[in-house]
């Protein structure tokens, strides 16, 4: 793999379905994982197979139906569920388990009653045993953001020794500032033995709103994979939202990093994912919320009129909006107007503009929004 190619790894249908109630059948996965492959990610995790029957079949099913990304079932570190993950993916072509177990203080006291010897043993067995039936193996340090960089380290380098392919460093519980996550990743590039060998992945959370930043500096710090969801859906306050960490990338040619995605097709995935987890998206959602290219004040508007540039980065085509919105409402100016009012097929000189635009204000402070119905009668009134 070109060393500066960063995989994308979705986790849409496993840890984004976590959410209360955005529970998926077979069919609507199999629909969304086929828009994941069409999208471009390099890993669709399918689901968590021993978790229940139906989470078994959907893994079984995606196999099947997807032949170009990675398909990666979920497992504990525990023979049965590796055991049952390895069954799910029988007719994958491409094949991960994704196995694993906590590595901070917390979850060896308090989770498994237990000290950091026995976990090392117990992360190295899970991987060896994972490593029985596919090739891939990802394993996972729950956790790993409050754990000991050390111990860590330790971990990272048996399971390396176990046959692991990928090392996942998980933020859990969102606790981690961007400046220690990215030094994590830094001390394991330099302090675990192997670690040129295998790719290290980022699994953020959004706990405090930083599991985009944190991924990025898991990039800059040589992360290679980003674990992801479409529109940032997941356990408690959600995952890394796929549309932001890969429009960064785009976006800032000095990471010098590259990914597969193609990024016109965000926003119609983010739109079937809403629609099928019944989870909206928030307006002023980055990238994909209704918001994103919208302007409503008379300054940016005046403007974006003027070129797009002046307020919006990202050209709305490529992310698959058809064109910046300009909303019209009692904090627009005459330009928007006059903008707006040609959208709908009038063409009004200064002197017009000027009466029009006072009739529009009357209007405007009654109603949130002004309409293109709206804007035909404001003219006929101002005529």
């Known amino acids: 793999m070109d060393e500066n190619h960063v995989l994308i790894f979705d986790t849409t249908l496993r840890d984004g379905e976590q959410v209360p109630g955005c ?139 176990a046959g692991a392919t990928v090392l996942n460093i998980p933020d859990t519980t969102g606790y981690c500032l961007p400046d220690e996550y990215g030094a994590k990743i830094k001390y394991l590039v330099d302090n675990v033995r192997g670690i040129e060998n295998v790719i290290i992945s980022a699994h953020c959370h959004n706990d405090l709103g ?53 990024s016109r097709l965000l926003n119609p995935i983010s739109r079937l994912v809403a629609d099928k987890m019944g989870m909206m998206v928030q307006p002023n959602k980055a990238i994909v919320g209704s918001n994103a290219f919208a302007h409503s004040s008379g300054i940016h508007q005046d403007g974006v009129i003027k070129n797009r540039e002046t307020y919006e980065i990202i050209d709305p085509i490529e992310v698959g909006v058809d064109e910046s919105m300009i909303v019209l409402t009692a904090r627009s100016g005459r330009a928007a107007l006059a903008y707006r009012a040609h959208k709908v097929g009038h063409t009004l000189s200064k002197l017009e503009l000027d009466k029009v635009y006072n009739v529009f204000l009357k209007h405007a402070d009654m109603k949130k929004e002004i309409l293109d119905e709206d804007i035909h009668q404001i003219i006929s009134e101002a005529v």
């Open 210 to 262: 930083l599991a985009t930043a944190n991924s990025i500096a898991a990039i800059m710090n040589g992360a290679r994979q980003i674990e992801c969801t479409i529109n940032g859906i997941g356990e408690r306050a959600g995952n890394t939202s796929l549309e932001e960490v890969t429009m960064i990338m785009k976006q800032h040619p000095r990471l010098n990093v590259t990914n597969n995605i193609n």
């Open 23 to 161: 529970k998926l059948n077979t069919p609507q996965k199999i629909e969304i994982a086929q828009q994941l492959e069409a999208l471009g990610v390099d890993v669709i995790e399918a689901g968590f197979p021993i978790s229940s029957p139906g989470d078994f079949n959907s893994v079984i099913e995606i196999s099947k139906n997807i032949s170009e990304p990675i398909i990666c079932g979920l497992s504990r570190g525990v023979k049965k569920d590796i055991e049952v993950a390895a069954d799910a993916l029988r007719f994958a072509r491409r094949p991960r388990i994704h196995t694993g177990i906590g590595t901070s203080d917390y979850h060896i006291k308090h989770k498994f009653n237990s000290n950091r010897e026995n976990i090392i043993e117990w992360a190295s067995g899970a991987v060896a045993h994972a490593k029985s039936f596919v090739e891939d193996v990802e394993f996972y340090a729950e956790d790993a953001g409050r754990t000991d960089n050390e111990y860590l380290a330790r971990v990272c380098e048996a399971v390396i020794k």
